[in-house]
């Protein structure tokens, strides 16, 4: 009997105890964000985390919303711990004119990080308390943020929001609008080579263009940094400083979010903010940064950790499940590179391991030299920005020799970082692709895609052959890529991994029937000792316990509240009879 008491007892404390993992269902989950490229005004409930924070009726700084009535910003923000001049605006649009979907609080409390230290500008992180909690709504949601055990490698994409100027000492125009810029990580080491070694420490986290030209300015202090991963928006970086404004070779430098997990949640009692762990893909090229006063890179890193195997097929930037459309995004297709001689796109190509690419050998009919080649990886556009690129020489060009079409394998020098907009594809060397089955095509082409020539994808289905030997070959609806796509692939999804059914070929023979016409190639698997002599054991997919393992959060998925709840609703129901 005392036992069932002490029993209900607890139950009933653990019902009413505050819910300290609830932000992890609902963080980083806007219904109304479908951003794909930057540099622009931010469409309404892009970023419902965004706040303005008002000092004396004038924006002061941004920050981001991480419960519901906690604000994440920039220690150097408030340099007065008093709260009362204070006023915190969510879900607003633009600081000038109506804003119907917004509220706004007063602040009860500042809290710097108690190592703040703004000479460095290092620790440079806040927490506001609002007066009284907020609803969430499509336009007022939280983010989520990045758990300790988060790794952003060199070129992850990122996101940065706030209403600061456009440029050094340039105002945004009216009626200031919240503005959005897309801009890749920039390593720590290569950061510290930019500003003075030392400067930037563990506790920073930079980013920006190499050429400049996007960046967070004045006014956006405070504000987030945030990438996308598995469908959710982290949180990484704290608005911070920066040399002037998108300068080339001067990222802007932010608080690094992963690092102040244990302090925030020391400071917030309940309603815990949802951490997720954010991890990049590949080896970080940050590593091999060098510059006179920078120590070297730690060598007892390797003997710590095991090195994770490289697979293929794994596409963090792909959503193509249903629908699609004529013109890519970036990192949606992160095996595609163009095959450039003398600056000029020729083919395309697919990365199909760490340092070797597949394409057609026809494209090397009138050039064979390697030493005439380029290889460009991360590319989207042929004619405009690409902040992913990477661009590699190729040491030598070995073709296939067989009877009819015929592939090459080119390898680079040197091994290219894997990031989520390169990475290698795998090769379908026997899989079952059923008729009915959707597979994709991607291809540069000087008729489509604009004037910046931005890559193009076909969505097309598996066809029955007919007549023509299933073995051997691999048949589609037909395809519209122009020439200059051959060499690149056509590809379709198995067990969540990309395979590379076959490469694509101007000389690709179509078939009429009597309903639609069907594209022939040959199958992939008549290159099997090919492949084996120049690219030797090929890359293996990712298992779907290695996916999952990649998306480890700190805190327990909402998934089992209602198992639980229930649990704990039996066992009172039960126990209660006790006292009757």
């Known amino acids: 009997m005392a036992l069932c008491r002490t029993l209900c007892v607890a139950t009933l404390l653990s019902l009413l105890m505050p819910e300290s993992h609830s932000q992890l269902a609902v963080c980083g989950r806007p219904a109304l964000n479908t951003r794909i490229v930057g540099g622009q005004a931010a469409p309404e409930g892009s970023w419902p985390w965004q706040v303005s924070i008002h000092a004396s009726s004038r924006h002061r700084c941004g920050g981001s919303l991480i419960n519901n009535e906690w604000v994440l910003s920039a220690a150097h923000c408030f340099p007065s711990p008093d709260p009362r001049n204070l006023l915190v605006y969510l879900g607003r649009q633009r600081q000038e004119g109506s804003n119907p979907n917004e509220v706004s609080r007063t602040v009860s409390q500042i809290i710097n990080h108690p190592r703040y230290n703004s000479v460095p500008n290092d620790n440079d992180i806040s927490l506001l308390k609002l007066s009284s909690p907020v609803t969430f709504t499509s336009y007022i949601l939280p983010v989520c943020l990045a758990a300790s055990d988060s790794v952003f490698h060199n070129g992850t994409d990122s996101w940065v929001t706030g209403w600061g100027n456009i440029g050094s000492g340039v105002p945004l125009p009216s009626p200031q609008n919240l503005m959005e810029v897309e801009v890749p990580v920039v390593g720590n080491r290569q950061c510290n080579c930019d500003y003075n070694p030392g400067e930037i420490t563990d506790n920073m986290i930079c980013a920006g263009l190499r050429a400049g030209g996007k960046d967070s300015c004045q006014g956006d202090s405070g504000g987030p940094m945030v990438s996308k991963q598995n469908g959710l928006w982290i949180q990484e970086g704290v608005v911070s400083f920066g040399f002037g404004c998108a300068l080339p070779n001067k990222p802007g430098v932010y608080a690094r979010v992963s690092r102040y997990q244990t302090w925030i949640n020391s400071q917030i009692n309940s309603n815990l903010p949802g951490y997720v762990t954010f991890t990049s893909s590949g080896t970080d090229g940050d590593l091999s940064v060098t510059c006179p006063g920078l120590p070297p890179p730690p060598t007892t890193v390797p003997t710590m950790t095991t090195a994770q195997p490289v697979v293929c097929g794994s596409a963090p930037m792909n959503p ?107 090769l379908d060397t026997g899989r079952d692709f059923s008729v009915g089955s959707t597979c994709w095509a991607a291809g540069w082409s000087s008729a489509q895609g604009g004037e910046e020539q931005v890559l193009q994808e076909v969505k097309t289905l598996v066809s029955d052959c007919g007549n023509v030997s299933a073995t051997d070959s691999f048949c589609t609806g037909s395809l519209t890529l122009g020439k200059e796509a051959s060499g690149g692939p056509l590809m379709c999804q198995q067990d969540g991994s990309w395979f590379q059914a076959a490469v694509l070929s101007a000389e690709n023979s179509t078939r009429q029937t009597r309903e639609d016409p069907v594209s022939v190639f040959p199958k992939l698997n008549k290159f099997d000792e090919f492949f084996s002599r120049t690219l030797g054991t090929l890359l293996s997919p990712a298992s779907k316990n290695t996916t999952a393992a990649n998306t480890t959060t700190t805190t327990p998925s909402s998934s089992g509240t209602l198992p639980h709840l229930v649990l704990h609703l039996v066992l009172l129901s039960l126990c209660l009879q006790l006292f009757l």
């Open 320 to 426: 193509r499940i249903l629908g699609g459309s004529s013109v890519a995004t970036a990192g949606v297709w992160p095996w595609m590179v163009s095959l450039q001689k003398n600056g000029s796109h020729v083919c395309g190509g697919t990365l199909v391991a760490v340092d070797a690419v597949l394409s057609n050998a026809n494209c090397f009919s009138s050039s064979p030299a390697a030493s005439d080649w380029t290889v460009v990886l991360g590319l989207l556009k042929l004619n405009g920005s690409n902040p992913f690129e990477v661009k590699l020489n190729v040491t030598n060009i070995t073709l296939s020799s067989l009877n009819g079409s015929n592939v090459a394998v080119l390898h680079l020098e040197p091994r290219p970082t894997l990031t989520d907009y390169i990475q290698p594809v795998c």
